[in-house]
């Protein structure tokens, strides 16, 4: 997931990458090792792989967009992050950098989806699951989400929209992480809130209507197929080893 962080916690992410120990294979490493602990290596393998081709799409992105991207750094059962100064010169461009990630992210559970539907296993159902969902709850409408950086480019509105629906989920489905999105997300919605009437603000969202339905298509075409995705490899038995 794309984290865009404030304060404090913007400025660890940028010493991310200084720090010998924690570079993209040496967080992969870790996280392996602790999804391991619950999937078993091989499945944690594939998890963390799908992860990073994830993040590798928002990388791309920014830097088409002429933005320095770090790769990706790992934080088990967090996701991962990557460090970059600005989504890009305006809405539409920040638009492009939230869907690139799960554009690539659908494409390589098609990998795991393929082999599935070749061999019949398991495994393989899971791990075309998991990638399918991954992808598909990166798309809620809210920051730092993926789906919130599409929704720059259609109405800062929106945000108000998937906050409210953050806050039943979290309320029907407690999971440490949908709270931690809850927090930052009500923080980054209330400052880019504070700032839409402002010139800067303005101009930032000042993107044409033909770029807006490219961007709301895109959005709902990916959401729809990844939902389509995640029923079909559903699997009620669990995780396989």
């Known amino acids: 997931m794309l984290a865009k962080l404030g304060g ?10 200084k720090l010998k120990l924690l570079t993209t294979f040496g967080s992969a490493v870790v996280s392996i090792a602790a999804y391991a602990l ?11 792989a799908l992860l990073f081709l994830h993040e590798l799409g928002h990388v791309i992105q920014l830097r088409r967009e002429g933005v320095k991207a770090s790769a990706p750094m790992f934080i088990p059962f967090l996701g991962a992050v990557i460090a970059a100064k600005s989504m ?8 492009r950098v939230g869907l690139a990630g799960p554009v690539l992210g659908s494409i390589a559970s098609l990998v795991p989806l393929g082999l599935w ?10 791990l075309a699951y998991i990638g399918f ?4 709850l990166n798309l809620l409408p809210v920051l730092p989400l993926d789906g919130g950086r599409a929704m720059a480019a259609l109405s800062p509105w929106i945000w108000l929209g998937g906050l409210a629906a953050l806050v039943v989920l979290a309320f029907f489905f407690p999971n440490p992480i949908l709270f931690l999105v809850l927090v930052f997300g009500g923080m980054e919605s209330w400052r ?4 839409r009437n402002t010139p800067e603000g303005r101009a930032y969202h000042a993107i044409p ?7 709301a298509a895109t959005y ?3 959401a729809a197929l990844l939902a389509v995705g995640v029923a079909e490899t559903f699997l009620s038995r669990g995780i396989p080893s």
Do not use: H, M
């Not at 880019?192 to 700032?195: I, M, V």
């Not at 209507?209 to 961007?215: E, F, I, N, P, Q």
């Open 8 to 17: 404090q916690a913007k400025a660890l992410i940028f010493l991310l990458p």
């Open 209 to 215: 209507a033909r770029t807006r339905a490219l961007v």
């Open 38 to 48: 619950i999937w078993g290596v091989p499945f944690a393998a594939g998890f963390v």
């Open 88 to 95: 890009g010169r305006d809405a539409a461009a920040e638009a």
């Open 133 to 136: 969902f991954l992808n598909l």
């Open 192 to 195: 880019r809130w504070k700032l």
């Open 220 to 222: 709902l075409g990916l």
């Open 117 to 126: 539907l070749a061999t019949g296993s398991d495994f393989w159902r899971a």
